[in-house]
């Protein structure tokens, strides 16, 4: 069983950077790739990027890369996502997830409750 816990969403001009953390309990954690999805206000849950267990691979959007980049630390049972250069249509409420490293939601097993990034122009 994991359990994740999101942090660091808030309010950001445009241009302006966040970094959200997702805090995962569990003993298996290390072993499962870790995604971040985001769902905007009336729209359906986007995928936004992911990362190997290892740490090794990861894989973005279109829409974010060279903006985004996702880290994690095993030891500390964490995966961060640095947004950089953050633009209003990032804003979103925004999911991490453990599971099998793909690009749809269902690839995934556990996820976090979610986290609020408002970005305004």
């Known amino acids: 069983q994991v359990q994740l816990v999101e942090s660091g969403g808030g309010l950001v001009q445009a241009g302006g950077s966040l970094r959200l953390s997702c805090a995962a309990s569990?003993?298996?954690?290390?072993?499962?790739?870790t995604g971040w999805f985001r769902q905007a206000p009336g729209k359906e849950r986007a995928f936004v990027g992911t990362i190997s267990w290892s740490g090794a691979n990861t894989y973005y959007v279109d829409s974010v890369k060279g903006r985004f980049t996702i880290s994690r630390d095993n030891a500390k049972n964490t995966v961060y996502l640095q947004m950089n250069n953050l633009k209003p249509e990032d804003t979103a409420v925004y999911y991490c997830a453990a599971g099998d490293g793909s690009r749809v939601a269902g690839g995934y097993r556990y996820w976090g409750q979610g986290t609020q990034v408002t970005v305004s122009s």
């Open positions: 569990g003993r298996s954690f290390s072993s499962y790739a």
